[in-house]
């Protein structure tokens, strides 16, 4: 009996340093990049910059894998329950800070199962307003919204997507009732506000611009917490009337829990070397994002933040994943 812990122990040294050896060579096969979103978009895109950039620098190819599915439950259960050695990573963005909130049981702790990296991209989001809409700033809005309660219209790219909450965020903060609209995509959500069919609209300002010039439609914030140099002269939803607001798109890198401490840091140092490139910021801001890079504590703390972030959001709004 007195044995077993012994046995125990030296069976527990010895996986520890298999594992240490094992990384001590890493890379040593191919890296599969985990994404909880169909191909094509932002998170995609940046997936795919990343993968691409990392293969080059790790001398391994880095394969992107789509899994699309319930708002990105099922490729958090998939990198969770996958082997902690550095070969799956998974691209994270709002998705997964929201999931906690919005379905009451996951197959995996968002916290605990998973060794946070750092973000790699970041990019404001746009308050946008139907061109008919007596509306052109933020307080115009607040204004119209607090005399007619229940009245003016929002669309989203679906229940629980980013545009979503950036709305329900909106009127938590601004003690407003803006309508809820889900569509299937922001590009549907955005049409939806040139037709008049929603009122507003909190979406992606780079694929909104050709229509904010042509008059389609009016863009009256960003909804980032300090001005976005692509749009300096375009205030902050905070600046405007209501402070704390601050809805930044963002993608990171993630990996399993209990990956070697020499596999993450060898990742970190890589992902910052890429996201410092000047070719990098160049590719990223063409679609309105720019290169992000922190220490690995502090990427868990923001993760930890927007979980109880968006905790509060969702049950205040009453949303409900089903």
């Known amino acids: 009996m007195q044995k077993t812990p012994a046995l ?3 069976f527990i040294a010895t996986l520890a340093l298999i594992a240490h050896a094992a990384a001590q060579g890493y890379p040593a096969k191919p890296i599969r990049l985990i994404v909880p979103l169909a191909p094509g978009g932002g998170n995609d895109g940046a997936a795919r910059l990343v993968g691409h950039r990392l293969s080059e620098a790790l001398g391994q190819q880095v394969i992107v894998e789509n899994r699309p599915g319930a708002g990105s439950v099922l490729a958090s259960e998939v990198v969770a329950k996958s082997p902690p050695d550095g070969y799956t990573l998974y691209l994270v963005s709002t998705a997964f800070t929201v999931a ?12 605990t199962d998973f060794a946070p990296l750092t973000r790699v991209t970041i990019a404001p989001g746009a308050l946008i307003v ?18 007619k309660p229940g009245e003016i219209t929002f669309g989203s790219a679906g ?42 609209a909190f979406t992606n300002p780079v694929a909104s611009m050709p229509h904010i ?3 389609r439609l009016r863009m009256i914030a960003v909804t980032t917490g300090q001005r976005w140099p692509l749009f300096p002269d375009l205030p902050t939803i905070a600046e405007s009337g209501v402070p704390g607001y601050e809805l930044l798109l963002w993608n990171g890198v993630s990996a399993p829990a209990a990956t070697p401490m020499t596999v993450l840091t060898t990742l970190h140092r890589e992902l910052t070397l890429i996201m410092s490139a000047a ?23 923001f993760l930890e933040h927007e979980i109880i972030k968006w905790k509060q959001v969702v049950q205040r709004a009453r949303i ?3």
């Open 320 to 322: 409900n994943a089903n």
């Open 8 to 10: 125990a122990c030296c």
């Open 213 to 215: 010039k042509s008059g």
């Open 159 to 200: 229940v629980g997507a980013g545009s979503h909450l950036g709305g329900e965020l909106f009127n938590m903060l601004a003690n407003v009732k803006l309508v809820h609209v889900p569509y299937k995509g922001s590009a549907i959500s955005t049409a939806a506000v040139m037709s008049g069919e929603v009122a507003v």
């Open 100 to 111: 906690p909130a919005l379905y009451k049981t996951l197959p995996f702790d968002p916290l």
């Open 279 to 301: 070719s990098t910021a160049e590719v990223l801001a063409a679609e309105g994002s720019r290169p992000y890079i922190e220490p690995r504590h502090v990427f868990a703390a």
């Open 130 to 147: 139907h061109r008919s809409l007596p509306v052109h700033s933020v307080r115009d809005l607040v204004t119209l919204a607090k005399a």
